[in-house]
C-alpha cells in the first residue's frame, strides 16, 4: 500500500551566532504545502540550510522541496 506521506526528513541551520541542530519535520505530505513551528534562541542571521532524508533508505518518492521561508516572531514583554 503506498502513502501519501513522506518520512524521515530533517532539517538543520546554522546561523551567525549559533545552529539549530538537525530536527526530524513529521507529517509531511506530498503535493502539500507543509508549516513547521520551532522555538529556539536566537542564532543570528541564517547562513546555511540542511534538508533532506535522515536515513541511508532510498525512499520511492519523488520529492521536490520548492521554498523554505523562515519568520522570526518576536516576543514583547512588558
Request: charged residues 30%; aromatic residues 8%.
Amino acid at each position: 500500500e503506498q502513502t501519501d506521506r513522506i518520512e524521515n526528513i530533517e532539517m538543520s541551520i546554522q546561523g551567525s551566532t549559533g545552529q539549530i541542530d538537525k530536527f526530524s519535520l513529521k507529517d509531511h505530505m506530498k503535493s502539500s504545502l507543509d508549516r513547521f513551528k520551532i522555538e529556539h534562541t536566537d542564532i543570528g542571521n541564517i547562513e546555511s540550510i540542511t534538508i533532506g532524508f535522515n536515513d541511508d533508505k532510498r525512499q520511492q518518492v519523488a520529492w521536490l522541496l520548492e521554498s523554505v521561508d523562515i519568520e522570526t516572531i518576536e516576543t514583547f514583554y512588558q
